[in-house]
């Protein structure tokens, strides 16, 4: 669902643990498995130095059910940010060697939801710590180089522009701009609440992704359970304008510029809407490379469903047996 830029302009749409490559004409030139660099279930997200080398999460998923129900229930996250193992936590790796380097000198490890934006001046790392709350900037080589910053609530997505950090500030519907310098990282510059009427009305108040689109700001607005979201479409002043008019049954994720469109990735339905940057649908994003690894996507997911009616089903079963068995014994008694 994720959709990234490298410093050379290649489009990177990420499908479950696949990076689809395109060149910036939107032509598909490669498919990288991350498999091969470590990475059992991506998660967070992953992005781009100025050389070319993607920082990402290696290892498998370290998420327990308890932990499963403490992030449902929206509690804060008490892991710790040190990896389990040595080979798991975030990485820099070279997608052409499949080669990783270990980032940050005694590893950093988020075990759950984060985004990474990388300033391409100065490879400066910024992290939403999204189930801690808190926004973090390391070096290059994952040294830190502040103290994380707080006001957050489930941050998300977040971007640079004009020398400020705009995050995507989840659960107070805001997006929230700071200082990304050493000496000033976090300090409150301005926040714009981001729920027009016409999303509040729809439900759509809980802004996770944003996108700078020409001088106009595009903002993914989820619902409660963080799906099916809307996309709103702000002057650059923060006044809203327009929305984009997607399916009805559409779950957007992620939104990004490309060339002289946008990219709205959408999970429920498998596809890659390109929109004008006037806000209206064209032809979806397509490849070859694109669909081969939709085509498996989709395959994967008949697989979920079934065993999850297949799953239901034997409780049902095993139910009514356990029940069965209760009445006659209580006939037999």
Request: aromatic share 10%; hydrophobic share 40%; charged share 25%.
């Amino acid at each position: 669902a994720g959709l990234r830029t490298g410093p050379d302009g290649h489009l990177y749409i990420q499908i479950q643990n696949q990076l689809i490559e395109h060149d910036a004409d939107g032509t598909f030139l490669e498919r990288h498995d991350l498999a091969g660099l470590g990475v059992e279930r991506l998660l967070g997200a992953v992005a781009f130095f100025s050389d070319g080398d993607v920082l990402l999460r290696r290892g498998p998923d370290p998420r327990t059910l308890t932990q499963n129900i403490r992030a449902y229930q929206r509690k804060t996250n008490d892991q710790s940010l040190v990896p389990d193992t040595p080979d798991a936590g975030l990485y820099r790796c070279n997608l052409g060697t499949a080669t990783c380097a270990l980032f940050g000198s005694s590893g950093i490890d988020f075990k759950a939801a984060h985004n990474i934006y990388i300033d391409w001046q100065t490879d400066d790392v910024y992290i939403t710590d999204t189930t801690r709350h808190l926004l973090r900037k390391y070096a290059a080589n994952g040294e830190v180089l502040a103290e994380p910053a707080n006001g957050f609530k489930f941050p998300n997505h977040l971007l640079m522009h004009d020398k400020q950090l705009y995050i995507a500030n989840t659960n107070f519907h805001q997006v929230r701009v700071v200082a990304p310098g050493d000496a000033t990282f976090g300090d409150e510059l301005d926040s714009f609440d981001v729920r027009p009427p016409t999303a509040i009305r729809a439900g759509q108040v809980w802004p996770s992704h944003i996108a700078r689109v020409g001088e106009e700001w595009w903002v993914n607005n989820m619902r409660t359970d963080m799906n099916e979201g809307g996309i709103y479409i702000f002057d650059d002043e923060w006044q809203f304008d327009r929305q984009v008019d997607l399916p009805a049954n559409a779950d957007p994720i992620a939104v990004l510029s490309f060339g002289d469109e946008v990219l709205i990735s959408d999970w429920n339905n498998d596809r890659i809407y390109r929109v004008s940057r006037k806000g209206q649908l064209l032809r979806d994003f397509a490849s070859s490379g694109l669909e081969q690894a939709l085509l498996e996507a989709r395959a994967k997911r008949g697989q979920y469903i079934t065993y999850s009616y297949a799953g239901i089903g034997l409780f049902l079963l095993v139910l009514g047996g356990l029940l069965f068995s209760a009445v006659r014994g209580k006939d037999g008694n």
